[in-house]
């Protein structure tokens, strides 16, 4: 496996099916899966691992208690940033994402905690979506396409 680049990031996620199967996404293109605690179910429940199929055991995962701990730790600049919610002012669409992106992504009932947001509205992206019937979308697909995005240069996009 080779560096990755771009990372995943997970905010104290709920349901074992999307960290599943963003996870089995991480492992296709080879990004490392964060995690940040507390979780709404066990890394070791059979949905985590069916959603994952055989490829959880490949999950390059690194894991923090908080939000604090993982921003102490890495250190991330601002601006290797981007934060997904429903309500960002802007579309995922227009950002050249950098390399070292961190896509960040909160929990499924919540989304992101406030104090994590504050003072990064700029940091702040959304999906589209045409109908005003849906709220919002899953977190797995909501996650799958951005990083597709993200990565369509590298990828030949």
């Excluded at 179910?41 to 701990?69: C, I, M």
């Excluded at 250190?75 to 950002?95: H, N, T, V």
Aim: glycine share 6%; aromatic share 12%.
């Amino acid at each position: 496996m080779s560096n990755p680049c771009l990372k995943m990031v997970l905010v104290t996620p709920e349901i074992p099916y999307n960290t599943g199967a963003i996870g089995r996404t991480c492992v296709a293109l080879e990004l490392e899966l964060i995690l940040i605690k507390p979780y709404g179910f066990s890394l070791d429940e059979k949905a985590v691992k069916r959603a994952g199929t055989n490829y959880w055991k490949h999950v390059q995962l690194s894991e923090y208690d908080d939000w604090h701990s993982f921003m102490a730790d890495r250190k991330p600049p601002r601006d290797s940033l981007y934060f997904f919610e429903e309500d960002g002012a802007q579309s995922f669409y227009e950002p050249a994402y950098q390399q070292d992106a961190y896509l960040v992504f909160g929990c499924e009932s919540r989304g992101l905690p406030p104090e994590i947001l504050e003072g990064l509205d700029d940091r702040m992206f959304n999906l589209p979506m045409r109908s005003k019937l849906v709220r919002s979308l899953n977190l797995a697909n909501v996650a799958t396409a951005v990083i597709y995005q993200a990565m369509r240069p590298q990828l030949g996009g």
